[in-house]
Antibody, heavy 121, light 108 residues
Framework: EVQLVESGGGSVQPGGSLRLSCAAS????????MTWVRQAPGKGLDWVAG????????YYADSVQGRFTISRDNSKNTLYLQMNTLRAEDTAVYYC??????????????WGQGALVTVSS | EIVLTQSPGILSLSPGESATLSCRAS???????LVWFQQKPGQAPRLLIY???SRATGIPDRFSGSGSGTDFTLTISRLEPEDFAVYYC?????????FGQGTKLEIK
C-alpha cells in the first residue's frame, strides 16, 4: 500500500523559513517523480514544485521560484520542500504526491494527508 | 499557462440522480493529459479519472470521463451519499500543471 506522510508544518512569521518532509513507503521511491501541491484555506489546488526520480531535474511554479527548493533523499525514501522568505500568501496545506512516471509527468496518483503551514505575524 | 474553468461552481442533486460536471480549458489539452480528482472535507484529493476517460484503480464504474480538445466532462451516474464532495479537473499537458477551481457537489 502506498503511503505518503508529511511532517514539518507549523506557524512561522513572514520572511521566515520552514522545511517540509514527506516519508514514502509501499512503492519503489527512486523510480518515480514526486511533487508538492498546496491548498490555501477554503481554496483550490495549486501545483508548487516537482522533482524527477533521481533528483536531477526540478520544476517550480513562478510564485515560489527562487524561494522554495524541492529535493529528495532516495536512501531515506523522503521528499523535502525547503521554504524560505515565506509570505502570508504561502499559508496553505501542503500535500506531497507521487507522480505516475519517473520524470515530471504531472499525473498525481497518490497523495499524503497534508501539512499545514501558516505564515502570520 | 493553461487555465481550466469548471462549471457549475455548485451542483445540488439528490442521491440516485446523475451529475454532469464540466471543465473547459483555455487552450487545447491532449486527452491523454486531463485528470479528475475528488476531495472530501479534511481529506487529500483522490485520483478518479486519468487520460480524460480511464478510471483509476478502485473507482466505481458510475464515474466516467469524456471530452477532447478544450471541453471535458465528468459524469457520475446513480449518485451515492459518499459521492457528495468537491471535484477538480487538472491538466498535465503543459507545465505549469494547473487545476480547475472545483465544482462542489452537494446534497439537495
Amino acid at each position: 500500500e502506498v503511503q505518503l506522510v508529511e511532517s514539518g508544518g507549523g506557524s512561522v512569521q513572514p520572511g521566515g523559513s520552514l522545511r517540509l518532509s514527506c516519508a514514502a513507503s509501499g512503492f519503489t521511491f527512486n523510480t518515480y517523480a514526486m511533487t508538492w501541491v498546496r491548498q490555501a484555506p477554503g481554496k483550490g489546488l495549486d501545483w508548487v514544485a516537482g522533482i524527477s526520480d533521481r533528483g536531477e531535474s526540478t520544476y517550480y511554479a513562478d510564485s515560489v521560484q527562487g524561494r522554495f527548493t524541492i529535493s529528495r533523499d532516495n536512501s531515506k525514501n523522503t521528499l523535502y520542500l525547503q521554504m524560505n522568505t515565506l509570505r502570508a500568501e504561502d499559508t496553505a496545506v501542503y500535500y506531497c504526491a507521487k507522480d505516475g512516471r519517473g520524470y515530471n509527468f504531472g499525473l498525481f496518483d497518490y497523495w499524503g494527508q497534508g501539512a499545514l503551514v501558516t505564515v502570520s505575524s | 499557462e493553461i487555465v481550466l474553468t469548471q462549471s457549475p461552481g455548485i451542483l445540488s442533486l439528490s442521491p440516485g440522480e446523475s451529475a454532469t460536471l464540466s471543465c473547459r480549458a483555455s487552450q487545447r489539452v491532449s486527452s491523454n493529459y486531463l485528470v479528475w480528482f475528488q476531495q472530501k472535507p479534511g481529506q487529500a484529493p483522490r485520483l478518479l479519472i486519468y487520460g480524460a476517460s480511464s478510471r483509476a484503480t478502485g473507482i466505481p464504474d458510475r464515474f466516467s470521463g469524456s471530452g477532447s480538445g478544450t471541453d471535458f466532462t465528468l459524469t457520475i451516474s446513480r449518485l451515492e451519499p459518499e459521492d457528495f464532495a468537491v471535484y477538480y479537473c487538472q491538466q498535465h499537458n503543459a507545465s505549469p500543471y494547473s487545476f480547475g477551481q472545483g465544482t462542489k457537489l452537494e446534497i439537495k
